[in-house]
Nanobody
Framework: QVQVVESGGGSVQAGGSLILSCTYS????????MGWFRQAPGRAREGVAV???????TYADSAKGRFNISKDSAQHTLHLQMNDLKPEDTATYYC??????????????????????WGQGTQVTVTS
């Protein structure tokens, strides 16, 4: 059984940084994509960043230049470094595994449908 746990969320002032971590167990499908998503109240879940089996990352336009996704398959972890945070980044952030997206140049609006395994989420609040 796959278990996924996110951590690292919290409250930060605008311009600050946070590192989200996702630790998973029971998952060994290294050929699949992994990603971070977020969902604000009243809004659809949106993709933030995706990393494929080779380590190639794709970012949402809102995350480019500020966020960095990385993974350590040996340690079973996925990270999202978030810099220069803005109030509009406030959301619950989710780790997603077992994605089958193929090569993408940008984040589509339906990206979440390509992922099968999800964590419970971690809250990020950015105050102005």
């Amino acid at each position: 059984q796959v278990q996924v746990v996110e951590s690292g969320g919290g409250s930060v002032q605008a311009g600050g940084s946070l590192i989200l971590s996702c630790t998973y167990s029971g998952y060994t499908y290294s050929s699949y994509d992994m990603g971070w998503f977020r969902q604000a109240p009243g809004r659809a879940r949106e993709g933030v960043a995706v990393i494929d089996a080779l380590g190639t990352a794709t970012y949402a336009d809102s995350a480019k230049g500020r966020f960095n996704i990385s993974k350590d398959s040996a340690q079973h972890t996925l990270h999202l470094q978030m810099n220069d945070l803005k109030p509009e980044d406030t959301a619950t952030y989710y780790c997603a595994l077992e994605g089958d997206v193929n090569a993408i140049a940008s984040i589509p609006s339906n990206l979440a449908t390509y992922f099968k395994t999800w964590g419970q989420g971690t809250q990020v609040t950015v105050t102005s």
